[in-house]
């Protein structure tokens, strides 16, 4: 009876909807569970923001091949697709090919054992899991042999605040503090930020994205301007590899954004870390932990990155790094703290495994608060366990991906000044890895 039990995947995003295209392929039942009402739908919330990866690189494997059968058309390897582009042409056709195994509108609110919390150990791996979701219709559970959480990150930005809790004032300045990246494309959008000052806070590939779009805004609309906040000492490596870079479009994303701060769209303030968001005269200064306020602007913009949400998970076992929220097997390859270049040996199943036999993160909520992550990591990630599954241990063993590199490797990315970069060397000792949104292009 326990075979017919499903494996249950959370999140119907590019890593989950592989998952069950790889637990398909191999003849096991599968359930994906949506919060939201489509396939991509966390995609869809970045959906104007143009990917740095190929198309070639955003199409799993095994979702190809289940697609194949339905006269889907493969869009060109050479583009490079918006988020918009992905979920539609890709993410949705897949969610539609897996028919009735994707359920929408269904959030995940519990993860556990059949009657047995996370204290009890007796019988405990013998249980099935019970998933516990909630819909239009009310609560109820579904019993699962395995859980496999794809659900990402999006959803949990991570405050303005540089202790990692939200700044004072930072509620309060209500949607005048954004932590997406603004759609300039929008009406009400553009109107928040043409002819005004918007400072960007954050080092990432999101925080470039925002910089680039805001520097063409000014072009358009005089009175524009950006400034760009950073924790570091010093910008440093901040623009990234450019031409060093393997992945063309990131590291074009980089010089667009030194040609901007060049150009003079853009100011830098660095050395900041922010404690405080106050309200001036109808305008927002921000204030760092040792009191020094910034000039008045009219927005912020938090592209500080993301963390997960671990709330559904009180009663799994979670072998998790103390630092990065990530699994301890993983983590020591992805730790900022030690990679500054984004380096990242192939995994699968064995790092990303937990003490709660049969459950495993994948995607980016595998990477805790890691700043960066491929689609192809996670189409490897959930190939491996799918294996693992299946019982086939020799494919779960077997992981085989290369990432292209950033073309920047300064020994400690978490460094805040020149010298502890010196210090601490090149890290460059595997594949490497980035992103520009929250999946292949934030970044997230």
């Given at each position: 009876?326990?075979?017919?039990?499903?494996?249950?995947?959370?999140?119907?995003?590019?890593?989950?909807?592989?998952?069950?295209?790889?637990?398909?392929?191999?003849?096991?039942?599968?359930?994906?569970?949506?919060?939201?009402?489509?396939?991509?739908?966390?995609?869809?919330?970045?959906?104007?923001?143009?990917?740095?990866?190929?198309?070639?690189?955003?199409?799993?494997?095994?979702?190809?091949?289940?697609?194949?059968?339905?006269?889907?058309?493969?869009?060109?390897?050479?583009?490079?697709?918006?988020?918009?582009?992905?979920?539609?042409?890709?993410?949705?056709?897949?969610?539609?090919?897996?028919?009735?195994?994707?359920?929408?509108?269904?959030?995940?609110?519990?993860?556990?054992?059949?009657?047995?919390?996370?204290?009890?150990?007796?019988?405990?791996?013998?249980?099935?899991?019970?998933?516990?979701?909630?819909?239009?219709?009310?609560?109820?559970?579904?019993?699962?042999?395995?859980?496999?959480?794809?659900?990402?990150?999006?959803?949990?930005?991570?405050?303005?605040?540089?202790?990692?809790?939200?700044?004072?004032?930072?509620?309060?300045?209500?949607?005048?503090?954004?932590?997406?990246?603004?759609?300039?494309?929008?009406?009400?959008?553009?109107?928040?930020?043409?002819?005004?000052?918007?400072?960007?806070?954050?080092?990432?590939?999101?925080?470039?994205?925002?910089?680039?779009?805001?520097?063409?805004?000014?072009?358009?609309?005089?009175?524009?301007?950006?400034?760009?906040?950073?924790?570091?000492?010093?910008?440093?490596?901040?623009?990234?590899?450019?031409?060093s870079d393997q992945l063309a479009g990131r590291g074009a994303l980089g010089l667009r954004a030194r040609e901007a701060v060049e150009?003079?769209?853009?100011?830098?303030?660095?050395?900041?870390?922010?404690?405080?968001?106050?309200?001036?005269?109808?305008?927002?200064?921000?204030?760092?932990?040792?009191?020094?306020?910034?000039?008045?602007?009219?927005?912020?913009?938090?592209?500080?990155?993301?963390?997960?949400?671990?709330?559904?998970?009180?009663?799994?076992?979670?072998?998790?790094?103390?630092?990065?929220?990530?699994?301890?097997?993983?983590?020591?390859?992805?730790?900022?703290?030690?990679?500054?270049?984004?380096?990242?040996?192939?995994?699968?199943?064995?790092?990303?495994?937990?003490?709660?036999?049969?459950?495993?993160?994948?995607?980016?909520?595998?990477?805790?608060?890691?700043?960066?992550?491929?689609?192809?990591?996670?189409?490897?990630?959930?190939?491996?366990?799918?294996?693992?599954?299946?019982?086939?241990?020799?494919?779960?063993?077997?992981?085989?991906?290369?990432?292209?590199?950033?073309?920047?490797?300064?020994?400690?990315?978490?460094?805040?000044?020149?010298?502890?970069?010196?210090?601490?060397?090149?890290?460059?000792?595997?594949?490497?890895?980035?992103?520009?949104?929250?999946?292949?292009?934030?970044?997230?």
């Open positions: 009876m326990s075979e017919e039990r499903p494996v249950v995947v959370i999140g119907a995003g590019p890593t989950g909807l592989a998952a069950a295209a790889e637990l398909v392929e191999r003849g096991l039942p599968v359930l994906v569970l949506e919060r939201g009402d489509r396939a991509g739908a966390a995609v869809t919330g970045w959906g104007h923001v143009r990917l740095f990866s190929f198309w070639r690189d955003l199409v799993a494997p095994a979702a190809e091949k289940l697609l194949s059968g339905t006269g889907w058309r493969r869009p060109d390897d050479d583009r490079y697709p918006t988020g918009r582009e992905w979920a539609e042409a890709y993410l949705a056709p897949l969610a539609e090919a897996l028919g009735e195994r994707v359920r929408f509108g269904t959030e995940v609110t519990g993860v556990s054992r059949l009657g047995r919390d996370r204290l009890v150990d007796a019988g405990r791996d013998r249980q099935p899991f019970t998933v516990r979701v909630r819909t239009g219709q009310g609560e109820e559970r579904v019993l699962a042999r395995a859980v496999i959480d794809a659900s990402g990150t999006w959803g949990t930005p991570n405050p303005l605040g540089a202790d990692g809790l939200p700044a004072r004032g930072e509620a309060a300045a209500g949607e005048r503090v954004s932590h997406r990246m603004p759609d300039l494309t929008d009406p009400g959008v553009r109107s928040r930020h043409a002819g005004r000052t918007t400072a960007v806070v954050g080092r990432g590939h999101s925080a470039l994205t925002a910089l680039v779009a805001l520097a063409a805004l000014a072009e358009e609309e005089p009175g524009t301007e950006a400034v760009w906040v950073l924790r570091r000492g010093e910008v440093g490596d901040a623009f990234g590899g450019g031409e150009a003079g769209h853009v100011r830098i303030v660095t050395g900041f870390r922010t404690a405080e968001v106050r309200t001036e005269h109808g305008r927002l200064v921000l204030v760092d932990e040792g009191g020094r306020p910034l000039e008045p602007v009219d927005a912020v913009v938090a592209l500080t990155g993301f963390r997960p949400d671990l709330s559904m998970l009180s009663e799994i076992r979670l072998g998790l790094d103390p630092a990065l929220q990530a699994p301890v097997g993983l983590a020591p390859l992805i730790d900022p703290n030690v990679h500054s270049c984004g380096t990242v040996y192939p995994h699968g199943a064995r790092e990303l495994a937990h003490p709660e036999e049969g459950f495993y993160l994948a995607g980016m909520k595998s990477y805790g608060r890691a700043p960066t992550f491929l689609a192809l990591t996670g189409y490897e990630q959930v190939r491996s366990i799918a294996a693992r599954i299946a019982g086939d241990h020799e494919a779960a063993e077997r992981v085989e991906l290369v990432l292209p590199e950033t073309g920047v490797c300064g020994g400690s990315g978490m460094f805040d000044d020149a010298g502890a970069e010196a210090e601490r060397g090149c890290c460059s000792t595997g594949d490497t890895q980035d992103v520009a949104s929250p999946l292949a292009v934030r970044t997230p």
